[in-house]
């Protein structure tokens, strides 16, 4: 499965943008989906999950109420609407992809490049 991630760029605090992950080369609808991001001199951290039906979805307590995680089967694609951006929410995001619906890094097999998200205050 390759994955490409876009739709980052600079927002000011208070603004919104949408992520967007495409899938090719395997059975999208088949995979548990999420995203991570990692900030400068951090580690890469959990953001949102979502289940390969789209009905179940989990979120990093950073970013509960505002974030959302969505996927339509149907084009190969895993979304992440953010809302209410912060600046503390500047970071590269990554898609992933794997066979079990989870937080843990470590159950996702594919991953997308980053794609650069920067919230200025």
């Known amino acids: 499965v390759q994955l490409q991630a876009c739709g980052g760029g600079l927002v000011q605090a208070g603004g919104s943008l949408r992520l967007s992950c495409a899938a090719s080369g395997g059975a999208f609808s088949r995979h548990a989906m999420a995203w991570f991001r990692q900030a400068p001199g951090k580690e890469r951290d959990f953001v949102a999950a979502?289940?390969?039906?789209?009905?179940?979805?989990d979120y990093a307590d950073s970013v509960k109420g505002r974030f959302t995680i969505s996927r339509d089967n149907a084009k190969n694609t895993v979304y992440l609407q953010m809302n209410s951006l912060k600046p503390e929410d500047t970071a590269a995001y990554h898609c992933?992809?794997?066979?079990?619906?989870?937080?843990?890094?470590?159950?996702?097999?594919?991953w997308g490049q980053g794609t650069q998200v920067t919230v200025s205050s």
């Open positions: 992933a992809a794997g066979p079990v619906f989870s937080a843990r890094q470590s159950t996702y097999a594919y």
């Open positions: 979502i289940t390969r039906s789209g009905v179940t979805t």
